[in-house]
């Protein structure tokens, strides 16, 4: 039977593990939805720990005995060459080696990216290691963050199943070519300005939709959020807002405004204030 540890900050491959009944010692990254699972009794008869840094981490890990560590979330990075001798392995949202870093599938998004699952030994750098196994999500439009999310859970999951199958021994190095990106996410990818396509602010939206996130923008001074974005073709409703000056509010209703923007109408949808402030016809958007 295996002496595992697990490390992270969401619940899914976590939940895979706990069926396989080994010696089990769970750390959860403090102030995630992991901890806020546990703490609401999803996991009843685990125990665990939580950590908020990196030297609280190694003090534990350097007071038990294990055989293999799996990361899924642990923003961590664990020099594996001093920790007790064992099998460390991550458990990555993309495809690798395209999108390592912090934000993978917010970059999948954004860029239009394929997105994906990865289980890989740990080394010295960031999401470098060795693969295991790996499943490709190939990116399509229709894609939002919040729907890329639930699917790259369910792509940890089938690439924790086949490397518990493989044993979790590698199949080869990460290959990297010049088109591999390394994704964090910046502020101005939440926020909308006049300089943005509006191809790019609408994929900007769909990147940041979930609803903890959102995409900020200004009107006269105020900063609001959308959450959702489309282009608009109705004739009746184009004659309309073609009547107004570029990023003017011709329509407000319902949490949504529409406008024309570089010859195009746009609608934004779930739009919110901190204030309830309204955003009115005519009313100057951003920053304008």
Not at 35 to 48: I, T
Not at 52 to 77: M, T, W
Request: proline letters at 4%; hydrophobic letters at 40%; aromatic letters at 10%.
């Amino acid at each position: 039977m295996r002496d595992c540890v697990f490390v992270g900050n969401r619940r899914f491959v976590l939940e895979e593990l706990i069926k396989k009944n080994w010696n089990l010692t769970v750390f959860v990254v403090k102030g995630t939805h992991l901890e806020r699972d546990f703490n609401s009794g999803m996991f009843e008869n685990v125990p665990f720990q939580t950590v908020a840094s990196k030297s609280e981490l190694l003090e534990h890990l350097s007071l038990i005995s294990f055989d293999l560590l799996i990361s899924n979330g642990c923003p961590f990075i664990l020099p594996v060459e001093k920790l007790p001798l064992a099998k460390y392995v991550n458990i990555h949202p993309s495809y690798l080696p395209d999108l390592k870093g912090c934000d993978p599938v917010i970059g999948a998004v954004l860029l239009r990216r394929d997105a994906g699952a990865t289980c890989h030994i740990m080394d010295s750098g960031i999401d470098t290691g060795d693969i295991i196994s790996q499943t490709k999500i190939p990116y399509t439009e229709d894609l939002d963050v919040t729907t890329l999310y639930q699917l790259s859970f369910l792509a940890e999951i089938e690439v924790f199943h086949e490397a518990c199958r493989l044993g979790f021994k590698a199949k080869g190095a990460q290959v990297s070519t010049p088109e591999s990106l390394y994704f964090n996410r910046k502020a101005e990818h939440q926020h909308l300005s006049q300089s943005d396509t509006n191809d790019f602010m609408l994929q900007k939206v769909k990147a940041f939709n979930n609803k903890s996130i959102g995409c900020s923008f200004k009107s006269e001074n105020v900063e609001y959020k959308v959450f959702r974005a489309s282009k608009v073709c109705n004739p009746y409703l184009t004659r309309h807002v073609m009547k107004f000056e570029e990023n003017t509010v011709a329509l407000s209703y319902e949490n949504s405004i529409v406008f024309n923007r570089h010859g195009e109408v746009i609608r934004f949808e779930e739009v919110t204030q901190k204030d309830n402030i309204p955003l009115l016809v005519n009313q100057k958007l951003f920053g304008v």
